[in-house]
């Protein structure tokens, strides 16, 4: 009764209406565009954010529509506003405001411009950061406009037509928005100028801000009381050249600035910048990289000369460089790790990691994650060598191929304890690549790819490895394989990727029955 | 009477031998019955109906604009096609005591309205639980079993009935269906299309006004429809001698809120006098996250109510307050009926899996003081689907979370403990339902159910093994209403 004409009006209309004006709706759908981005705070996901470029509404500005989702996918609300050409870098939150971090240009029509106009509008500026805070009722309560100059995408000649509203500009490097607890906001980061940091309350009043000298990356992260940003420089090590700038987010005072470097002045290669869940400080984890053959880690045969001496986590627990609380540990360094040869082969699956991942439990100790690789002698090509030896010739082609194979084999888990000491936690047992030439290129093996969720409330951590044909769930807490999920079974493909704290995102999609089912799954 | 007294004994003997066998008859009439059989269900008891209103259902000419008339042969043939789908998807019930029920009130009406209703529409029992009727036009009407459970008398289901029979009577489907063809095909509507494409700016918003026009302008024709079956229900019902009662117009208000209304007791209390563990942190929100915080974006809900197809339930209580014909007090819907149909929805839901529902809608029986073995069965088959969910990973759907404002703070403590308990707590739960006495008291298909579903749970187990398992309890018990789970897997 209280609905009368059925839903199924309401669907054939939809569908009727739909077929028979498909013109008009294809194009006025060509002109909307959609960016996803999580909301988070405190480095834990929230929610969920759709921001959707709807229309032209005149020769320079757009109409938007931003709608907000909470972490179980389950729509809160959806505000519209009106604005120049935008594209939505980072969505923070905090004391029940969210700041949405754009980069806005005021070139709008891309498609009908041409690229030497684009370029000239480049050059004349009309680019800036553009910082949106909202509050819980839906309402745009402060906006504020930075101008930045802004590098030429290098892919608009080819996306122009496609992407007619795209902004035509980047930032060098890109737009960070982080909530700091308890005060407001802090955001970074660096155009063709300057690298910029500033803090802002949560009413958008700016509270302070820093230039920070250039370098090839950066990453920032905040805590209640100070805020750091990790940079990495160019330098002969190729993947060292990491420091951290620290400043106090009251006044934004700098800390003492400090350089990562092992005891012997050996770069070390950062793997993990997080907080610390026991401590609440930041930490960094990395590999430390050995002076000499550092430079040397793109093959199996390199991994096995030691391009590595070692790990490393340095907590970074004060302003001051007497605050910080280094812990090295080496390979070489028998008593600490007996499994480990000098050249990092882990004596458990007699394989060489390379580490890409770390994890920060809630005892203290760091986790080491990564793919692990063996090397074999090819015997065949060693015995055609010597029985063709006469031949001179043959031996040569043989040799050039290389007289070792390599495989990509299990991923492996290293533990390291807050006193140092090592052990080697884990083989989760996966899909092994086939055997190559041992002086490949790393890639032609392909790689595991590792997420990490946590769950605060049980004080465990997962590791989910994203294998050759199956995703693997692995509690780092009982050390125990939870669950494999295939990734294809008939025509239904799943994917899984780390959703709120403690849960996983489960994509499946069923190619013959044409669709998708999201499901966000506790550990 | 004294030559009598020595055949007293005898009698007292007889008089026991008839007690034990009542006792005995009793014993064997504890077995509980199922709520109804499989074929009872709308793919099967229906296929004579759908057959024919594929034939009988043939479009009129309406226009002589051979553009406007096709549309409207696309809305017609929709129209079957959305009934027909209905029935193949067993969306109706074709059970008796149901049927029989909201038939004598059909019966009822259409008997003393013969000149408006000289034939009496086809009637489907829809196993929906929202708390609707409908008529889609053409003679054939649909009750929700929603609206059986929510009705505290039979007055209410007949003034819904009535008031669907005034849709029928007065076409309001097939007069929706020509006024959109005729809008559709329109020199009006195209241009303001072609207006959009010939826009350089605004398209979206331009093309949302004339949808969105066109919506409103529907939405007015459906208030003003509304508002005549109001006033033809009234008639129809006083014909019929069926009291009138403006006030079930303000109870329908309330439909919706089935979910919004609180158990009795704290959730835990529930499972604790089962027997069974409960931890206090499962029923509390361990992760951050937006859900927790208090959003109050109103624009969305200002429009929402603007679309509502229905005028306001308070405004029809009160332009029909002064046709009241309420005399004495109002016939109640026969208990059997509402257990019936509530079992039905209960069944529905967890094959529907909406699990969360499902166990609060068993609480809240447990309120009312409905607890036979049938709905602990049904607490068994929840934490059965969590447990299967929760290993196929897909948890999340089954408990299908809501958000807090829609709900009561007892439904979302019980539906953040379906989400957060961990899964051996599941297992726990499902093994000790599975433990438990009352399944001597089950039918023999209910207690079937036991080993197909141990199969289901194998975490080796095959979609072979599952499929043959289905098949046997199929086999096994043909008629059963379970058959309908076990088909998810015999596929």
Redesign the interface.
Known sequence: ??????V??C???C???SR??S???R??SS??SSQMKL?T??E?L??YLMFTQ?????ADSF?YQVS?????L?D????HFKDKNLELRSVS?EQ?VLCLGYVKSDLADLKNTSMKKIRQAMDEGGNAVFTQLIN???EIIHTASIRVDLKLKEELAYVKNARPSAVAGRLKHDLVVKNIPGKGFMAFYGDEEKNRLFAFDISGKELWSKNIPDAQAFAMLTTASDVYVLSKRKMEMVEGGYEVRGFAVSDGAAHDKYELKDRNGSQLKVLGFEIDPTTGKPIITGSIIDPVRGNSFYTVTALSKGPYDGVFTVALNGPRRADIKETFSYWSDGSKAPEISASGLLGDNHAYPRFSSTIRDFKGNTYFVGNSYIRKAKVGSIVASILLSPTVIFPIFIAAGGYNKGKAVDAVLLRQDSAGRLRFENAIEGQSSRFYAAKMDLSYYGFKSFYTVSNP?TQSNFLIVDDFGKTIIYNVTTRRVV?T?PAREGSVS?AIFPA????IM?VENNRRERYT?L????L | MHRSAPYLPFRRFVSCVLLLLCVFAGDLRAQLANPYDYPVLSHLAHQRLRDSLKKSWSVPAAFKDKETQKKFREFWEGRTEFVVNAIENKDFIEEQELHAFIDGIVSQICAANKDLIPQKPVLLIDRSASVNAYSVGGHLIAVNLGLITFARSREEIALVIAHELSHDILDHAGRSMRERAEWLTSDEYKKSLNEVLDSRYERFTRLKKVLEGYTFSRTRHNRYHEGEADSLAVVLLKKGKIAFDPACFLRLDSSDMQYQRPLAQPVKAYFTALGLPFEDSWARKATKGLSARNFNFNKGKENADSLKTHPDCKDRYTRTLPWSTVSGPLTPVPASVQAKASKIILWNLFDNQSLTACLYRLLQERDSGNNDAWYTFMMHNVFFGLFYSDNELNRFNVVKIRPKEDVAPSYFELQTMLEQMPRESLEQYYRHFGAQAFWQELPADARGLKPLYATLLQKEGTPKEREAAARTFKMAHPKSMYCEFAEHFSK
């Open positions: 009764m209280k609905r009368t004409l059925p199924f009006v669907l054939l209309l569908t009727i209406v028979a004006q013109k008009v709706f194009e006025v002109e909307i909301i705070q405190d834990a929230i929610g709807l229309e032209k509404v005149n109409n907000i989702m909470d972490e179980n389950n809160i609300g959806k505000l939150f029940d819980l009722k839906g409330a669950r999920v799943t709120k704290q403690g849960h489960v089912k499901s966000i799954e506790a």
